[in-house]
């Protein structure tokens, strides 16, 4: 049910064919949550794959969980934030994103 899709473990019956990116990134946020890293800095997420198959709305529904709130509250907070990467294939489109390399003309 709804309620059971907003636990950690809810979330695997949510994303089709997608068990095992949804236990690693649980695996991940029960480590978190368990002591492990710095409970002050931010918890960032990289999702890599295909157009389509679940990145951003797995991190929604995971910042969902670890909050307790909706991601649009989080959005609007700026506790969740998503970069679309499709716009970033090569090196010159990098560049606006991270800033072209020192000593590159026009830094």
């Given at each position: 049910?709804?309620?059971?899709?907003?636990?950690?473990e809810?979330?695997?019956?949510s994303?089709?064919?997608?068990?095992l990116?949804?236990?690693?990134?649980?695996?991940?946020?029960?480590?978190?949550?368990?002591?492990?890293?710095?409970?002050?800095?931010?918890?960032?997420?990289?999702?890599?794959?295909?157009?389509?198959t679940?990145?951003?709305?797995?991190?929604?529904?995971?910042?969902?969980?670890?909050?307790?709130?909706?991601?649009?509250?989080?959005?609007?907070?700026?506790?969740?934030?998503?970069?679309?990467?499709?716009q970033?294939?090569?090196?010159?489109?990098?560049?606006?994103?991270?800033?072209?390399a020192?000593?590159?003309?026009?830094?």
């Amino acid at each position: 049910g709804r309620a059971r899709r907003h636990t950690l473990e809810g979330l695997r019956d949510s994303f089709l064919g997608q068990s095992l990116a949804v236990e690693r990134v649980s695996a991940r946020v029960k480590s978190r949550q368990g002591g492990w890293g710095e409970a002050t800095k931010p918890l960032v997420l990289v999702f890599a794959g295909p157009s389509g198959t679940g990145k951003t709305e797995l991190a929604k529904q995971i910042a969902s969980v670890i909050h307790g709130e909706s991601v649009e509250h989080l959005m609007a907070s700026k506790r969740f934030v998503s970069i679309p990467m499709g716009q970033y294939k090569d090196k010159r489109s990098a560049d606006t994103l991270v800033g072209p390399a020192v000593g590159i003309e026009g830094t």
